[in-house]
């Protein structure tokens, strides 16, 4: 089957390889790949910023329907249409395992980076970690479930979003825009803040109902940001740059919230002592957790959460390295990849 691998470090080690189909254990089921997302991780990924187990099919966001199912498995059939969450080994057996926390098991291999992913025809996933997508959801909306588990985590598990609320996201992209709705859906009153790159991103924040927006390096909202420095509940930097974490903490009010959201790739500077002389609050949330995925869905499926505006492409597989570009050069939102599209 077609799959897109990574095989060691370097940007050159990535490419469209022909491997073999999976073969499924007893508790898994083998899924055929409707859809696959490009995840900031996956970049990462390319760029060598986030760790990986070479060789390794990259994607993690997708939806896809199942093709066969391990023997012990009772609640799923051929034909499903399923999603799941990623952390597909785990040891079982720890702290983390045993409170719910997948991610943080320390011998947790996900797909698409631990084991192989969604960038190929099909992949191999625990029955255990599957959840069927509800009826009114298409399969391209299904496959952006994993990043809105990641931000219903951020949002809901890890911080705390009171109606009434005014939250500043910065960072329109795909996981702001998905942030900003999560938040509204909580009773936030969403403000989203963006640069002059971001503008066409700003407007769609308004059209899925931020209250306003505020474009940092623009000459005309100068005045607007200075009058609401220091006003803010809760901030969630969702852009992973270091002068937004600087201007979240700036326009949260004393003792308000701040949530990282974004991933930097590298270490940068934060002035703590800002952060301690507000009493600042700080929590960050690293991807998703199995109570993580029930809310997403039926955010979904209540329609308080739309993805749709969010898919600006989807491209045949063989097209990856286009997919991509569109990604590091910020110039859509979610592009999907389809492993059984020629065209
Ligand atoms: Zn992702
Ligand atoms: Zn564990």
Redesign the pocket.
Same mark, same amino acid.
């Given at each position: 089957m077609k799959a897109l691998i990574k095989k060691g470090l370097g940007a050159e080690n990535i490419g469209l390889d022909d491997i073999k189909s999976p073969i499924i254990k007893e508790n898994q089921l083998k899924v055929k790949v409707h859809a696959t997302g490009i995840c900031g991780t996956d970049v990462h990924i390319v760029e060598d910023e986030y760790p990986a187990d070479y060789p390794v099919v990259l994607g993690h966001e997708y939806s896809g329907y199942v093709e066969e199912v391990g023997d012990n498995v009772a609640n799923f059939k051929k034909g499903d249409r399923v999603v799941s969450h990623t952390a597909a080994v &785990? %040891? =079982? =057996? @720890?702290y983390? %395992?045993k409170h719910g926390l997948l991610m943080l @098991? &320390?011998?947790r291999k996900s797909i698409g980076s631990g084991v192989n992913g969604a960038f190929a025809e099909y992949v191999a996933i625990p029955a255990e970690l599957a959840y069927k997508v509800p009826e009114n959801i298409s399969m391209d909306e299904a496959a952006l479930s994993e990043p809105l588990a990641c931000i219903v985590r951020s949002v809901i598990e890890r911080a705390t979003v009171k109606a009434g609320d005014n939250v500043i996201v910065s960072g329109p992209g795909t996981i702001g825009l998905l942030t900003l709705q999560v938040a509204q859906a909580s009773g936030g009153n969403v403000v989203v803040v963006g640069t002059t790159q971001d503008k066409s991103r700003l407007k769609l924040a308004l059209e899925l109902g931020a209250k306003d927006t505020i474009v940092v390096d623009d000459e005309k909202d100068r005045e607007k940001l200075k009058s609401v420095m220091g006003t803010y509940d809760v901030a969630f930097e969702c852009s992973g740059a270091a002068p937004s974490a600087d201007n979240c903490l700036h326009l949260l009010k004393k003792t308000g919230l701040y949530v990282q959201v974004g991933l930097y790739g590298k270490k940068i500077e934060f002035d703590h002592d800002l952060a301690l002389m507000k009493e600042i609050n700080i929590t960050n949330s690293y991807a998703s957790e199995p109570t993580s995925w029930a809310r997403a869905l039926q955010l979904l499926e209540a329609g308080q959460v739309n993805v749709r505006p969010l898919i600006s492409n989807k491209l045949p597989l063989e097209e990856w390295k286009k997919g991509f570009e569109i990604v590091m050069n910020k110039e859509g939102y979610k592009v999907l990849l389809d492993p059984h599209s020629t065209k």
């Open positions: &785990t %040891c =079982g =057996g @720890c983390y %395992c @098991c &320390t011998d």
